[in-house]
């Protein structure tokens, strides 16, 4: 991977990273708000938005360091994942909460009176482990969408095992 590119990544993640903090301070401040007056509507949505950034952006900066310390970084088609995971972590993060608030995805919150500690933890952790997360989503809705036709198939190519 060529030195500029390697370069561009470190500074995305980077502005990624601690832009989303900002963005977040922000946010509980009113600062947003006051020029965006909108923003009250979806604020909740934004910090579980940002909470997925910190953690997706996190994660591959760690493993950008990582590979790169190791000297690891030589695939040019690596760099789309550091560019585009933290971007998918982001959206996983709030419909992540979302499903868990809506009861499909049973995780218990204890209420606060500022602001959802739990759920704002649980999109970053969903934004830290997108990759993870998203295998697990996979898993859910095969199984909650499978139909009779599926479960015969399985059970034949079980049964030929």
């Not at 990624?16 to 947003?32: D, I, K, P, Y």
């Not at 996190?58 to 994942?81: Q, T």
Request: hydrophobic share 50%; proline share 2%; net charge neutral.
């Amino acid at each position: 991977m060529k030195r500029w590119l390697r370069a561009m990544i470190l500074t995305y993640l980077s502005l990624l990273f601690f832009g989303s903090f900002l963005a977040v301070g922000m946010l509980r401040t009113g600062a947003l708000e006051k020029s965006l007056p909108f923003i009250s509507e979806i604020e909740i949505f934004l910090y579980y938005f940002f909470a997925g950034a910190i953690g997706g952006s996190l994660r591959h900066l760690y493993m950008f360091c990582f590979y790169y310390m190791r000297g690891e970084l030589n695939d040019y088609k690596e760099w789309i994942m550091y560019i585009f995971y933290p971007i998918f972590a982001t959206g996983t993060a709030v419909v992540a909460v979302t499903l868990i608030q809506s009861g499909i995805l049973l995780v218990e919150f204890t209420e606060f009176e500022d602001a959802p500690y739990a759920q704002i933890s649980i999109a970053f952790f969903v934004g830290f482990g997108f990759n993870r997360f998203v295998n697990k989503l996979n898993v859910v809705s095969k199984n909650l969408f499978e139909t009779n036709n599926d479960k015969h198939n399985n059970n034949k190519s079980e049964i030929n095992e």
